[in-house]
């Protein structure tokens, strides 16, 4: 069994691909497996794919019909064998190093459930803030998932990302949600994640290359109708995580009155940031 199974979503991925598993085979440590999940390309995705596998056995494709992002990282969740899983958009790149920093922290702290790491943004839109999607407190320092996401929900900050963590395997079986939504999926299951984690710890380490302008990104995909439809995923994906959220075992009345009251202050936050049209349209839906 592999210390890392580090899972790649793919469809139509062909102008980033390579470069991707470029950065994932030049780790400086060796003990992973790389799963790719095609999910029904029809460009040269599965060529490029294929090419790596050749060379390298660590790297193994699976290819299915079309079924969208949360179904496939389903599948290549169930396809992998690793300790710990990661996740790699095919349009992203990781660091040399983050694998090896990785398992320092495991050895340091007695295999924590969840490691988070931080992140560069490439292509970052100008006028936000570059680090909204990291967090540089209580590095190093092993704390309960409760505490490391009550730390985390923070207003303007970002945290439901899948990219950003290495996880036991283990804790996805508790707590397996895979939503069909189209986007937002993240948002519905990365908390139950944190949540349910007894240990978790933060590394300073940026390790993730997150390019934020991608023609094959869903949400960078214009016109008013795909807003509209990306604004009910997030409103489901909220409504979502709170159900499953009072679900779990380890959480008190005061960790559920917590969650509520932040998921009730993103769904705000999202409204706000509608076009007027649309927040006419969609008031009751998010109140």
């Known amino acids: 069994m592999p210390m890392f199974s580090i899972v790649v979503p793919a469809y139509n991925a062909e102008r980033t691909l390579r470069e991707c598993l470029e950065s994932i085979v030049a780790q400086t440590f060796t003990d992973f497996e790389v799963i790719i999940v095609n999910d029904g390309s029809t460009d040269k995705t599965v060529e490029i794919a294929t090419n790596f596998s050749k060379k ?93 996401l009550k730390l985390w929900s923070k207003p303007g900050k970002k945290y439901a990302l899948y990219w950003l963590y290495a996880v036991k395997k283990e804790v996805f079986s508790d707590v397996l949600l895979f939503p069909p939504l189209r986007c937002y999926e993240d948002v519905a299951l990365i908390p139950l994640l944190i949540a349910k984690s ?74 706000q940031s509608l076009p007027p049209e649309l927040q006419d349209e969609m008031y009751d839906l998010f109140h």
């Not at 949360?70 to 694998?99: A, C, F, H, M, P």
């Not at 959480?251 to 009730?264: E, G, K, P, Q, R």
């Open 56 to 148: 390298d056995p660590r790297i193994k494709l699976f290819s299915f019909l079309n079924s969208g992002v949360s179904e496939t990282r389903r599948r290549g969740l169930s396809l992998s064998s690793g300790e710990y899983i990661i996740q790699v958009d095919s349009d992203d790149s990781i660091n040399k190093d983050l694998l090896s920093r990785i398992k320092a922290a495991i050895n340091s702290f007695d295999s924590p459930d969840l490691i988070r790491f931080q992140c560069e943004l490439i292509d970052d839109n100008p006028n936000k803030d570059h680090q909204r999607y990291n967090c540089n407190s209580m590095l190093y320092r092993q704390m309960s998932g409760m505490e490391a």
């Open 198 to 271: 007894r240990t978790v710890v933060t590394i300073g380490y940026v390790g993730y290359n997150y390019q934020y302008v991608s023609k094959s990104s869903l949400t960078n995909t214009g016109g008013i109708d795909s807003e509209r439809k990306r604004a009910q995923d997030f409103v489901d994906a909220c409504h979502l995580a709170v159900e499953h959220f009072m679900k779990l075992a380890n959480i008190t009345t005061s960790d559920l009155a917590f969650f509520v009251n932040d998921f009730n202050m993103r769904l705000e936050d999202k409204f």
